[in-house]
């Protein structure tokens, strides 16, 4: 039995399969709509989620099978003190495959080893989130027709914003990355994740604080929010999160080339002017996202078509 924990837990043929899969899935749907008739998705979102959850649960809809779940930790048994491991071993007993969310880093790895069905984790804390990773490669490839050879700009919170974290990690695989990291001091990579980048030679990056001056040089910008939620203090989350605000007029410094990713939700980082840019692609990143987890549910649960 497999679980997704990190985007390393997917060697890069497998994450080349998945993609593949999701295209054809995109373009064929009805081959697929009764590839899980019988089965049960559980969607255990112990912290608030729209896209993620919502795009679970489609995705097993569409594949034909039912989704059952709860959307906020008080109206789970965690609210009465019950553990991760136990929650898991009682869902086991109802469901096929589980995505679960949690505020806490690492809770899905904790479920994953008491649980009977495959685990999915579908973010943890300010750790990792690998199947947005998964969405956003998908969009990189579709988008730009290759993964390797690219020079990727991360702007806003690289502190707590796990799916840069889970991005990077994914990338690091591919020949000829490189990274601008373009964030306040105060939301820099977390040391672990500089680490991991130091111990790949290869992989060039530098970190930097103007977007203006790294636009020019970019094939991909991927923004992200200020991660309110993770802030120990409003005042430091109130200076900070409009410090980067991608307009119509900084994309003019940008290759015509280059494509503008954001996971969602968006807040103030990109204006609404910027969305009818065809350079935009953060809409498209939702409809593939629904696409790629439909095919890694079939992956999980052994299912070939
Ligand atoms: C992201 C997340 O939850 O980490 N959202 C998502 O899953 N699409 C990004 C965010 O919340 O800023």
Redesign the pocket.
């Known amino acids: 039995m497999r679980h997704l924990m990190t985007p390393l837990d997917l060697s890069v043929e497998e994450l080349d399969k998945l993609m593949d899969a999701a295209e054809d899935i995109k373009a064929n749907p009805a081959k697929y709509s009764h590839a899980c008739d019988g089965r049960i998705l559980a969607a255990l979102f112990y912290?608030p989620?729209?896209?993620?959850r919502l795009s679970f649960e489609a995705a097993m809809l569409h594949l034909g099978g039912r989704t059952m779940g709860f959307a906020d930790a008080m109206s789970s048994s965690a609210a009465k003190g019950e553990s991760v491991a136990d929650t898991i071993r009682v869902v086991s007993c109802f469901a096929d495959i589980a995505a679960m969310?949690h505020f806490k880093e690492g809770a899905p790895m904790v479920a994953a080893q008491f649980s009977g069905i495959p685990v999915i984790n579908?973010?943890d804390g300010g750790h990792q989130?690998p199947?947005?990773t998964l969405?956003d490669l998908m969009t990189i490839r579709s988008s730009k027709g290759r993964l390797s050879s690219m020079k990727i700009g991360m702007c806003g919170?690289l502190k707590f914003?796990?799916?840069v974290h889970s991005l990077i990690r994914a990338l690091l695989r591919y020949d000829n990355i490189s990274f601008v990291f373009i964030s306040p001091d105060e939301l820099k990579l977390p040391d672990y994740m500089t680490e991991e980048l130091d111990s790949h030679p290869e992989i060039k990056y530098k970190e930097v604080t103007r977007l203006e001056d790294a636009l020019p040089e970019l094939d991909v910008l991927y923004m992200?929010?200020v991660?309110k939620e993770r802030f120990f203090n409003e005042e430091d989350y109130v200076r900070l999160k409009d410090y980067y605000i991608l307009d119509s007029r900084k994309m003019e410094l940008a290759g015509e080339d280059m494509i503008v990713l954001h996971?969602?939700?968006r807040v103030n980082e990109i204006s609404v002017e910027v969305d009818k840019d065809p350079r935009a692609k953060y809409f498209d990143q939702?409809q593939n996202?629904m696409y790629i987890r439909m095919a890694l549910i079939l992956m999980l649960l052994g299912i070939e078509v």
Not at 49 to 52: G, N
Request: hydrophobic share 10%.
């Open positions: 912290e989620s729209t896209r993620t969310r579908a973010g989130h199947t947005q969405t919170d914003g796990r799916t992200t929010r991660q996971p969602l939700p939702v996202g």
